[in-house]
């Protein structure tokens, strides 16, 4: 579970975002400005980042807040799975990314996919809808829905991409350093549980 301090900075943003949006009188325009300028130095003085930074990344959004969505492509292969070598980090992750505006969960993963990992792929069933700070992932100033959906290769050479270092088949229980910020170790076996059991529901939260 996240800390709570980071779990009041982000209601405390969500708050303040919407009272931004809908308000019209001046002075309840001005204590959400407070509001929303506490929630960043909640998260400076826990983080030691800049606040100018903080604002930018954490209460940069207008409108009223909402989760955001995070998708991630389970693709097998002979009982391995598909990971990519984040730039980023250096670590492995499943192909995938933020929804985008205008494309299903399924045109962005098989997009993420080809981008990614150089696969062609058709999104055959929903394997779960899990919530960020439910998992053991690092603290993060968003809500975020993670949506895992299983894939099955159609065609296309597996490459690196603009993102990616390399791409591999893995075996469960040879798994490389995980990048935890994208996806956990638990959540890659409850992908491998859905291999091994069809019929597995999906899986919320």
Known sequence: M???????????????QAGLTYSKDIYDI????????????????????????IKELFANETGYATPKV???????????ILLVKEKMDGAWSLPGGWGDIGLTPSEVVVKEVKE????????????????????????SPYHVYKMFIRCEI??????EGMETSAVAFFAEDSLPPLS???NTESQIRMSFKHLRNPGESVYLD
């Open 70 to 80: 995070d998708i991630r492509a389970v693709v097998f292969k002979d009982e391995k």
């Open 30 to 53: 001005e204590r959400f400005e407070m509001i929303r300028n506490i929630s960043v130095e909640m998260l400076a003085e826990q983080t030691k980042m800049e606040k100018t930074v």
């Open 154 to 159: 159609l065609g296309g050479q597996a490459k």
């Open 180 to 182: 935890v910020e994208r």
């Open 116 to 139: 990614e990992a150089g696969l062609d792929v058709k999104p055959v069933k929903l394997l779960g809808v899990l919530d960020k700070k439910c998992h053991p992932h690092p603290p």
């Open 2 to 16: 996240e800390p709570k301090w980071l779990e009041w900075a982000k209601q405390l943003q969500s708050i303040a």
